[in-house]
């Protein structure tokens, strides 16, 4: 059973901090990694992919892959009390047709 | 640009029944992978359609199927439902010669099994 991993949370941090949100996989195969975010009550939303070594950064957040540790990140700079979501991370899997997901960060922004 | 729309958002139905659920894909996309998402849990696979045909499946038993129309619309179909069928369940799109495999998720659709 491949696996995806990551602390559930929650992690509390004050508005205008960085949010730093890890995640573990064990299919040393993968080669599409994705962070999701989903508001209670909601369907995921796409917020980043990363397929490469090194660090991606769309706004506001950053990916960062490390293929040899089989993990990977996103930060948040400037957290806003909106960005109070759960965070999901999700790699592929070895077909290529499948994502498998972590089961999420619970991530609070107080204001 | 409509995004992926499934149908209906939310449902109720007793142990036993049958339920079908709807989706129709992103413009332009033309694969549609269904999920699963229990309270707590991250989304789950349950299969993906392409050119009409099951091209990969997930851990879930035959009770699960699904179909995809030639319009790149899909449903996907439980039946004998048990008490932990209750999910969210998650239709996303995408486009199979596209790199990446990023997918796109619809609203979802809320089945409650008492």
């Known amino acids: 059973q491949k696996e995806v991993e990551q602390n559930s949370g929650p992690l509390s941090v004050p508005e205008g901090a960085i949010a730093s949100l890890n995640c573990t996989y064990s299919?040393?195969?993968?080669?599409?990694f994705f962070w999701y975010r989903q508001y209670s009550g909601k369907s995921p939303e796409l917020i980043m992919s990363?397929?490469?070594?090194g660090d991606k950064e769309d706004g506001r957040f950053t990916a960062q892959l490390n293929k040899a540790s089989q993990y990977v990140s996103l930060l948040i700079r400037d957290s806003q009390p909106s960005d109070s979501a759960t965070y999901l991370c999700?790699?592929?899997?070895?077909?290529?047709?499948?994502?498998?997901f972590g089961k999420g960060t619970s991530l609070l922004v107080t204001p | 640009d409509a995004g992926v729309t499934q149908s209906p958002t939310h449902l109720i139905k007793t142990r036993g029944q049958q339920v079908t659920l709807r989706c129709s894909p992103k413009?332009?996309?033309?694969?549609v992978s269904w999920y699963q998402q229990a309270l707590g849990q991250g989304p789950q696979f349950i299969f993906q359609?392409?050119?009409?045909?099951?091209?990969q499946r997930g851990n879930f038993p035959d009770r699960f199927s699904g179909h995809q129309f030639p319009n790149y619309s899909s449903e996907l179909n439980v039946n004998a439902l048990l008490l932990g069928d209750s999910a969210l369940y998650l239709c996303?799109?995408?486009?199979?010669?596209?790199?990446?495999?990023?997918?796109?998720f619809g609203e979802g659709s809320w089945l409650t099994v008492v």
């Open positions: 299919d040393r195969g993968s080669q599409s």
């Open positions: 359609y392409y050119e009409e045909e099951e091209r």
């Open positions: 413009s332009g996309h033309d694969t």
């Open positions: 990363i397929y490469s070594n």
């Open positions: 996303a799109s995408s486009l199979a010669m596209s790199s990446g495999n990023t997918i796109y």
């Open positions: 999700a790699v592929n899997d070895n077909s290529g047709y499948a994502l498998n």
